[in-house]
């Protein structure tokens, strides 16, 4: 009990690292040359405003599903091992979170595209955690998902994309989208078309393992924006709450995809595109070195609570605090056998 957060850091730090090792693989030589590959890597780890990925094993599902992608899309692996490791890392994935419903289509497009038989075990892997994730969601939680008020209209829309995914992206995190006046949301909404215009051009010039990853993150997106698991106060509403988390993990896949389509039109675009993103991407280095640092989590002495659980008799009930505030470990402690 002691080194469960141990255990658990040195976990969520493996998974934050696979995206750069499963990109740097010759397996991922579809995506451009090591050194665009390189490029794509470190604008990964570099990525400002990210900062709820950040914190530990909570949120290591998004990375899992990253990584998943980049094995869907990615060659076949040729040994016993790249066979078990991709087979590990589908179930792994399928069954920490509902991605695998979102990547299901990928696969069975690439197994389509490719025809070779082993694009068909992603399928299946894929396909059986979605019914497992399907049940938890649709018949064991559905009373707990949230139904509240989404509140959706075009301003809050642009808001959000405009300060929280593009300018988050450029800028790291920021007060944009919930800053009130008619001059800020022009602002927004001007960031909100460059970053549709510039996916977009990639989108159309780019290979098809950018397209296919352009993709998902705009259904990723958009099942964010519909289905968040956002709990708003009376008299607000759910797109409301999201524009307030300006650094969440709904924004970190839809800013990665933004980032990497500066970087490959960098690569591959024409003179003026080059230009432009070249500034903007100077822009993100500044805002990576302002928000390397996270702030330090408060120290909750967890060490004092489990000598003190060990120590207490049996049918001792303890309820342990946690971070981020607000959050509590309940333990019951049972009679050893």
């Not at 977009?200 to 289905?227: D, E, H, I, N, P």
């Not at 995809?257 to 822009?283: E, Q, T």
Request: with cysteine.
């Amino acid at each position: 009990m002691a080194r469960a957060p141990l255990v658990l850091n040195v976990v969520a730090i493996i998974i934050q690292a696979l995206p750069v090792n499963l990109l740097l693989s010759s397996r991922s030589s579809a995506w451009g040359s090591l050194r665009f590959r390189v490029c794509l890597a470190a604008v990964y780890l570099a990525l400002p405003n990210t900062v709820e990925i950040s914190f530990g094993i909570t949120e290591s599902q998004w990375l899992l599903a990253l990584s998943v992608f980049l094995l869907l899309v990615a060659d076949l692996p040729r040994s016993r091992a790249g066979r078990c490791f991709d087979l590990f890392l589908l179930v792994f994935s399928g069954l920490s979170g509902p991605f695998c419903v979102f990547l299901l289509p990928f696969a069975v497009f690439m197994a389509w595209r490719r025809g070779a038989p082993g694009r068909r075990t992603p399928v299946f892997v894929l396909a059986a955690c979605s019914l497992v994730q399907a049940f938890s969601l649709l018949v064991l939680d559905a009373h707990i998902r949230p139904h509240d008020t989404l509140g959706a209209s075009a301003a809050m829309f642009a808001r959000i994309l405009g300060g929280n995914v593009v300018l988050g992206a450029v800028l790291g995190q920021n007060n944009l989208a919930f800053t009130p006046g008619p001059g800020i949301l022009a602002v927004l909404v001007c960031a909100a078309v460059i970053g549709i215009a510039i996916v977009a051009v990639c989108f159309v010039r780019s290979a098809l393992q950018m397209r296919l990853f352009l993709v998902l993150t705009g259904m990723l997106f958009a099942g964010s924006l519909l289905s968040s698991a956002t709990y708003p106060p009376a008299g607000s509403t759910v797109w409301h709450v999201l524009a307030y988390a300006s650094s969440c993990r709904y924004w970190f896949l839809p800013s990665l995809a933004f980032a990497w389509s500066l970087l490959w039109l960098i690569h591959r675009g024409n003179a003026v595109l080059k230009s432009a993103s070249a500034v903007l991407l100077c822009v993100m280095c500044f805002s990576t070195a302002w928000n390397w640092r996270h702030t330090a989590f408060k120290d909750l002495h967890y060490a004092e609570y489990i000598s003190s659980f060990e120590a207490a008799p049996a049918g001792t009930v303890m309820i342990i605090p946690e971070n981020p505030g607000g959050w509590n470990i309940r333990l019951a402690k049972r009679a050893s056998d």
